[in-house]
C-alpha cells in the first residue's frame, strides 16, 4: 500500500468524528490541501459552522495547506467581523436602514486579507485564529490560544494573546526542513518515509 486514500472523506474505519476535511468542505472560499484532518469530539460538519463571518461579498478566504492536523473546537474568525475601530463610534448604523443607508459612505470596513495556515500545522483544541492571519510551515497552535498574529515556521505558540514559546527546531533545521517540502514529495515517496519522518534525524531520510 502506498498510503490512505486521500479522497476519502473518513480514512479510519468505523469513526467517523475524523475526516479528511476537503473532502467535506462545501464553501468555495475555504480551501484544504490533500490529508489535512479535522477531528471533532460531535460532528466533524461542525467545522464550516466554526468558521465564523465567513461572507461571500466581503470576499476574503480561509486556505490550509497538506498534513495539517485541526482540533476539535478550533475557530477562524473571517474580515466579515470587522468593525471600524478609529471612528467615534464602531456601531455599524448602515446595516439597519430607516435613514441609517449612508453611515458608510465614503467608508470601509478594515479588510486584513485571507487567513491561511501553512502544511503541516497543528492547531490544537479550542484555538481561535484571528482575521488575516499566517500560520507558516510546521507551526503549532496551542490548545485556546488565540492568535492574532502572523507565526512564524516551526514556531510553538500559546495563550491569549498567542506568543511565541519555543522554535521546535534550529534556524539551520528550519531552513532544511522549509527547503525540502516533504509535503509536495510524490505519495510513494512519503510513504516509504513515513517512519523517519515520525523521527527526528534529517539524513534519515531515504532519497530513492
Excluded at 131 to 147: E, F, L, R, T
Excluded at 155 to 161: A, E, F, M, R, S
Amino acid at each position: 500500500m502506498i498510503g490512505p486514500d486521500k479522497n476519502q472523506a473518513f480514512p479510519l474505519a468505523s469513526y467517523d468524528r475524523l475526516c479528511f476535511l476537503k473532502n467535506l468542505i462545501k464553501n468555495p472560499q475555504i480551501q484544504v490541501g490533500d490529508y489535512t484532518y479535522y477531528d471533532d469530539f460531535e460532528d466533524v460538519h461542525n467545522f464550516e459552522k466554526n468558521v465564523k463571518y465567513l461572507f461571500d461579498f466581503v470576499g476574503d478566504r480561509l486556505i490550509i495547506g497538506k498534513f495539517c492536523m485541526i482540533a476539535s473546537g478550533v475557530t477562524f474568525i473571517m474580515n466579515g467581523a470587522n468593525h471600524l475601530s478609529k471612528s467615534l463610534s464602531s456601531y455599524p448604523f448602515a446595516i439597519f436602514g430607516n435613514g441609517w443607508e449612508k453611515a458608510m459612505e465614503g467608508k470601509s470596513y478594515p479588510q486584513k486579507g485571507d487567513t491561511v495556515i501553512g502544511n503541516d500545522v497543528w492547531i490544537g483544541y479550542g484555538a481561535t485564529i484571528m482575521p488575516g492571519v499566517q500560520i507558516g510551515d510546521g507551526a503549532i497552535i496551542g490548545s485556546k490560544s488565540v492568535v492574532t498574529k502572523n507565526v512564524p515556521p516551526y514556531t510553538i505558540v500559546g495563550g491569549n494573546p498567542a506568543q511565541e514559546i519555543n522554535k521546535r527546531f534550529s534556524p539551520e533545521k528550519i531552513d532544511q526542513l522549509f527547503a525540502l517540502k516533504w509535503w509536495d514529495w510524490p505519495l510513494k515517496r512519503i510513504t516509504q518515509n513515513v517512519q523517519q519522518l515520525s523521527g527526528e534525524q534529517l539524513e534519515d531520510l531515504l532519497w530513492t
